[in-house]
């Protein structure tokens, strides 16, 4: 167990829907970086916040937007939801500078668009 | 970001030892080579992380050549339960506030067979 929590699990919208995710961090770590993994592909960089600012995007259209909340627990939104945006969405948590380099990563919420 | 190429996939028995050989040509002088294990509708797992040489932990060894353009990830002795994808990254773990943006492939299917 990694300690990076996220909700929900699993959801179901329409196209053209709106969709919140929402991830709790690890004890201690300052930012907060989402993935988008599509089915039978490697995840995909979304955006990354530290200490509540977006400091580096992927490529990504606006409608994925995010904030990091001061306890650095973070959401991602996702507006005019498309068929392909149905993917497992990822979080991943780690101190900024630390040694090791590691992220790590919650169990995912899985979007399904119909 | 330094692309990296991986085999799609490997097949091995338990209690073998299995290499899985990560190539990553453009590898720029600050970046280190990470690894990481996904099982299905998971978060990947950090396993190894190496700048030159060797490095070993108790899960894995990495090797990295002098020239730093390829890497193996090596795992001694598989058992069942190490089925799952593995994914090379190669970047610079050091952010310190800018955005680390991890770049994974395709990853290596590794199948343990009994």
């Known amino acids: 167990e990694t300690g990076v929590t996220q909700s929900p699990t699993h959801l179901i919208k329409t196209r053209g829907q709106q969709v919140t995710l929402r991830c709790s961090s690890q004890s201690g770590h300052n930012t907060v970086s989402w993935y988008q993994q599509a089915l039978g592909q490697g995840p995909q960089f979304i955006f990354q916040?530290?200490?509540?600012?977006?400091?580096g995007r992927g490529n990504f259209p606006p409608r994925f937007s995010g904030l990091q909340f001061p306890n650095y627990s973070s959401e991602l939104n996702v507006n005019a939801l498309e068929l392909d945006d149905s993917a497992l969405y990822l979080c991943?948590?780690?101190?900024?500078?630390?040694?090791?380099?590691?992220?790590?990563f919650g169990e995912g919420s899985r979007l399904t668009v119909l | 970001l330094a692309k990296t190429t991986q085999p799609i996939s490997m097949d091995s028995y338990e209690g073998q030892e299995v290499n899985i050989t990560c190539s990553h040509n453009?590898?720029?002088?600050?970046?280190?080579i990470t690894w990481y294990q996904q099982f299905p509708s998971q978060g990947p797992r950090f396993i190894i992380q190496g700048y030159k040489t060797k490095v070993t932990n108790e899960v894995a060894s990495l090797f990295i050549p002098a020239d730093r353009k390829s890497s193996t990830l090596s795992l001694p002795r598989v058992s069942l339960s190490d089925t799952a994808v593995y994914y090379c990254?190669?970047?610079?773990?050091?952010?310190?506030?800018?955005?680390?943006?991890?770049?994974f492939g395709s990853g290596t299917q590794l199948t343990v067979l009994p």
């Open positions: 991943a948590s780690s101190l900024d500078g630390g040694s090791a380099g590691e992220l790590f």
């Open positions: 916040y530290y200490r509540e600012e977006e400091n």
């Open positions: 990254l190669v970047g610079d773990p050091i952010s310190s506030g800018s955005a680390r943006q991890l770049t």
């Open positions: 453009n590898i720029a002088t600050n970046d280190y």
